[in-house]
């Protein structure tokens, strides 16, 4: 780790002019960021710790939940009108990390959080696009079983390693941010980007822009939605697939779906071709299957990650049935 | 009468220390005027380092030194070998590059984050060279070893193999293949080591030998070992990569000596996929004969492995083959292969752990080939004595291991065609494996004298790795003296005392029990030839042997492991759910403790059946996977109610205490009961360790 200035802002105002600098780096709960900066990754001049503005409050209206983005995953995970009325996004923070790791992370450091690719990770690894723009990608021929199979480039691989922002995308979440120029809200969907030709640039964010609450609507869907996970251990592991999905039925058919996908893309990912197959069709294991067949299309695998082209269908059957048969 | 000790699941008399924080390890025991060092390592496999450029490094505020391969002090001492445990070391005395991580530098600051940050600052040019790291790639090139381990043949044969293969009437031929994994012990290697003077040093060590360490330090500075004081009270757990000295131990004391103040060092989790050794790859053809009626007619096991370019390592993992059934034909041989990686080194069980998951999977295989039950088969085979060494068992309880864990399991009720067995959408299976594992004794030595206030003070060298040898030698010198347990003090981990072996190969109490009971012994029979004589004066000691009448014995213990796993029918996802082992090795010292070495084998086993998995990548050589959310262990989760049977067992010709050893066991066995149960929910058999969703789509 090398030295670097920490700075803990009292106000918004003191946060974002801190936060702007390309050289400053934002930390909440500082599960990642210490990690990175102990790897030498993250090389900061300026920390700049938001646990002072961070909102930690956790608000239901007639709309739906608002949730601060210091409030911790924990918090989230078990507040009891989520466990029952957005089952998929408790599911998928309780499958991720570990205890303790969820009683520091925050909702906004989850959504921000770095890929595991190793290659990124490893600093005496030259070729990262990520890490080193232009360097090249060490992964791509690389030891890659963990690695996107979706929203892939020539310039990277790495998948997004968030389980909630899965669930939180199958919900419809929607991000509000501040800037120094004004808040915005955008679309879970909008927030996170491919790599393409710019793999450093992970989100729409601006420099210095915060991510403040984050909002989920309540519905039925969400009602009727959950997550499903498969990894190599029980407990604190990355996602090998996995699936958020929330379901409208009317009577035994599919009215409306959402389907998300993790641990296989290199964002939070929606198989819309999978949603709209299943509308109008009804909800059983056969439509479930043909759907999900839709969710790998356009997929690019290595030798490495191919088996993920087979597992994660069946992960989003799985996760159908279970959204098929609760609430 | 005093009650005896031995045998009961007292607590560790060193658990309240613990549990309390107070039990100082090597790397924070309170030393003034400390410094700290970081090592920094190769980003190459192979090659030359060409330039490192240390002085924006040197110049960052705090730094003492940056020691480097063009101004480290030259230690000619450093080229011998002490022993056959010890490895060739990297102490920046020449500018080769033989693995990824290897040390290129040692930088000293006033602080350990001043260190870690300076040593970002360090930048290296190389040679550009390829590595050859794919043992795949490079397996024509094996040649055989000096030794399957430190100390047996490389290659055995009895009978006559191929002609017995030939003729069997059944027969199994197969490739399993095992990975690298990783010791990864709570506690990271880490020292302090401190000069007194040019030539007199002590070294704070987390070690599993620290007559070792002694050994190997005094030779590198050229200094007598008499001068060298090795202490480790306190161990966060070995596995084997403690059992040797290794490079970091002897860069800490250059760097102190360099510097003129005592120097601590730590290694980080990702060093310690690099510098302190590891489980090889094994690539193992097992090949078996039988007749109809299920009868061993031939074995053979050729096992290929990986070492280092500069030292050697033959991972044994052949040995229970020789011996672990009856059978006239047994035919092995171990073959190594020079890569460009670290040396790897003894892990729990090694040979044995990688081994049985070979052998053990193959009779299962067999037994399906056969149409018999596989524990039947087992059965069927039982050596009633070794036949590698032609000599009687010193005991063996096998039988009894097979009838009491398979009782408890239910084993009769298992239906035997895979995927035969449902619990809603899981598969449900059922797998059996024999565990074994040497009983081994070295000499030791001990002291015991009786204090002020009558109670006994034991002292031999030794070290407690987590095992419990604080507990179990109070114990026994307790029970030799007639005295309560809470009256005996026990000192070890300190090379001022009693010399002993290394703490390994599961011989602590064997070798330095039979010592300590010796020594008590002694000081009880000086006792009572001196009446007249002040107590406190007198002092017991021993110097113990092996046991002379294990000469014409083959000494094992032996168990046997009954496993269920469920297969979620469509994800493919493993979990062990339910597991009873049962065990037989002599005298249980202290059921409690006992029953921890067994469990911690059986965790590993499933670790070793299901996680452990270290991944170099092919180009680079480097270690992928270098951090414990990467390098999957067992979590509690992972983990069901494991049962354990402590099947009793008098041995009195393997040592003076009976004790056969079980810290290595319970991992032996494991793999292939588990890789069996895998096989019977789903059909599919999985050669390649780990068994993961990928294998069983």
Redesign the interface.
């Known amino acids: ?3 670097f200035e920490y700075v803990s802002p009292r106000n918004w105002d003191e946060a974002l002019s801190l936060g702007k600098p390309s050289e400053s780096r934002f930390v909440a709960g500082g599960t990642l960021m210490i990690d990175l900066l ?1 790897l ?1 990754v993250e090389r900061p001049a300026k920390l700049v710790d938001l646990n002072g503005v961070l909102s930690t409050d956790l608000t239901w209206n007639e709309h739906g939940l608002t949730v601060g983005a210091g409030v911790k995953n924990t918090d989230l995970a078990y507040d009891a009108r989520v466990v029952s009325e957005m089952p998929a996004l408790s599911q998928a923070l309780l499958s991720g990390a570990s205890p303790q790791l969820r009683n520091m992370a925050t909702v906004g450091g989850n959504l921000l959080q770095r890929t ?1 690719c ?2 990124f ?2 600093v ?3 070729a990262c696009n990520k890490r080193k723009p232009g360097s090249g990608c ?1 992964a791509l ?3 890659s ?1 963990m690695h996107a199979v979706l929203g892939v480039s020539d310039h990277c691989i790495a998948s997004h390693p968030s389980d909630m922002a899965v669930a939180l995308l199958a919900l419809d979440a929607v991000v509000r941010t501040r800037r120094s120029h004004g808040p915005r809200e955008l679309p879970l969907a909008d927030l996170h980007v491919v790599p393409g030709d710019h793999p450093e640039r992970e989100t729409q964010l601006e420099p210095g822009e915060i991510i403040t609450e984050v909002f989920v609507p309540s519905s039925g869907m969400a009602r009727r939605s959950a997550y ?1 996970k ?9 996602a ?1 697939a996995s699936s958020a999905v929330a379901l409208e039925l009317d009577g035994s058919r599919v009215k409306a779906a959402r389907i998300a996908l993790g641990g296989v893309a290199t964002k939070p990912w929606r198989a819309l071709d999978a949603e709209a197959a299943l509308i109008g069709q009804p909800a059983t294991r056969k439509s479930f299957e043909a759907a999900a067949r839709l969710a790998v299309q356009g997929a690019r695998a290595t030798p490495h990650n191919r ?1 993920k082209l ?2 994660l269908p ?2 989003v ?2 996760a159908l049935e279970q959204a098929g048969t609760s609430a | 009468m005093t009650e005896q000790s031995v045998g009961k699941g007292i607590d560790r008399v060193d658990g309240r220390l613990k549990v309390l924080g107070q039990a100082q390890y090597a790397a924070e025991v309170p030393v003034a005027n400390v410094l700290h060092a970081v090592i920094v390592t190769s980003a190459r496999a192979r090659g030359r380092l060409q330039r490192l450029d240390a002085q924006p490094a040197e110049r960052a505020p705090g730094v003492i030194a940056v020691l480097t391969p063009f101004n480290a002090t030259k230690l000619p001492g450093a080229k011998t070998k002490a022993d056959p445990l010890d490895r060739v070391l990297q102490l920046l005395q020449d500018e080769a590059i033989a693995y990824a991580d290897q040390p290129i530098a040692v930088v000293v600051a006033d602080t350990l984050e001043r260190a870690q940050g300076a040593a970002e600052l360090l930048v290296a040019r190389y040679t550009e060279e390829t590595p050859s790291v794919s043992l795949e790639r490079a397996q024509s090139k094996a040649y055989q070893p000096k030794t399957a381990g430190p100390r047996e043949p490389a290659d055995s044969s009895r009978g006559d193999v191929a002609k017995a293969l030939e003729q069997a009437a059944v027969r199994v031929d197969q490739t399993y293949t095992t990975p690298m994994q990783n010791h990864n012990p709570m506690e990271m290697h880490g020292l302090t080591a401190v000069w007194q003077s040019k030539d007199s040093l002590t070294l704070y060590d987390t070690s599993q030998g620290i007559f070792g360490v002694r050994k190997k330090v005094a030779q590198i500075f050229e200094i007598p070992a008499a001068n060298v004081r090795v202490i480790s009270r306190y161990v966060g757990g070995g596995f084997g990569c403690k059992g040797s000295p290794w490079s970091h131990v002897a860069l800490c004391a250059l760097a102190a000596r360099t510097v003129g103040r005592p120097v601590r060092l730590s290694l980080s989790r990702p060093q310690m996929f690099s510098l302190v050794g590891y489980r090889p790859r094994t690539i193992q053809r097992l090949s078996l004969g039988a007749s109809r009626d299920g009868k061993l007619s031939a074995i053979r096991h050729d096992v290929v492995s990986e070492t280092s370019q500069f030292d050697e390592f033959s991972e044994p993992s052949a040995l229970q083959s020789r011996m672990l059934y009856a059978c006239p034909n047994v035919a092995t041989t171990h073959r190594l292969v020079r890569l460009d990686v670290p040396t790897p080194t003894f892990m729990r069980a090694p040979g044995e752990a990688s081994g049985t998951f070979a052998l053990e999977q193959a009779m299962d295989e067999l037994a399906y080939a056969l149409d018999l039950d596989p524990l039947e088969l087992r059965l069927r085979n039982y050596a009633e004595r070794d036949l590698n060494e032609d000599k009687p068992w010193s005991s063996k309880s096998l039988q009894q291991c097979y009838r009491r864990a398979a009782q408890k399991f239910g084993w009769a009720k298992r239906r035997p065609t895979p995927g035969s067995q449902r619990d809603g959408h899981l598969l449900v299976g059922w797998g059996v494996a024999t565990a074994t594992y040497p009983a081994r004794q070295s000499p030791s030595s001990a002291s015991a004298r009786v204090l002020e206030d009558g109670s006994l003070l034991v002292k031999a060298g030794t070290q407690d790795i987590g095992t419990g040898t604080y507990t179990i030698m109070a114990q026994i010198a307790a029970d030799t003296f007639g005295v309560p347990v809470e009256r005996v003090r026990f000192e070890l981990g300190d090379t001022d005392l009693p010399e002993t072996p290394v703490s390994g190969g599961s011989q602590t109490a064997a070798s330095t029990g039979t010592a300590v009971k010796a020594a008590v012994q002694d000081l009880k029979d000086k006792l009572a030839a001196n009446p007249a004589a002040k107590p406190t004066e007198l002092m017991g000691e021993a110097k113990t042997q092996e046991n002379p009448q294990r000469k014409g014995y083959s000494c094992h213990s032996f168990g046997a492991h009954f496993v269920e796993v469920k297969v979620d029918s469509d994800l493919r996802e493993v979990r062990v759910t339910r597991g009873v082992s049962a065990f037989a090795a002599g005298t249980i010292l202290n059921r409690k403790t006992a029953h921890s070495q067994f469990m911690g084998g059986m965790v590993w086993g499933i670790g070793f059946a299901l996680h452990e998995h270290t991944v170099r990548d092919e180009r680079s050589g480097r270690v992928v996977t270098r951090d414990l959310a990467d390098y999957h262990v067992p979590v509690n989760l992972d983990v069901p109610d494991l049962e354990i049977i402590m099947v009793d067992e008098k041995d009195e010709i393997v040592n003076a205490v009976g004790a056969k050893g079980i810290g290595e066991i319970g991992i032996t066995g494991m793999a292939a009961a588990i890789a069996n149960a895998v096989y019977h929910a789903t059909g599919k058999r999985v050669r390649d360790l780990p068994i993961t969703i990928d294998k069983l789509l």
Not at chain 1, 232 to 238: K, Q
């Open positions: 780790m090398r030295d102990r030498d595991r190793s290659y990770r490893d005496a690894e030259s060490a021929d690389g030891y079983r499903v498969t990894r190599d251990r029980a407990s604190y592991a990355f090998l088996f087979e597992l069946r992960v059957v799985r």
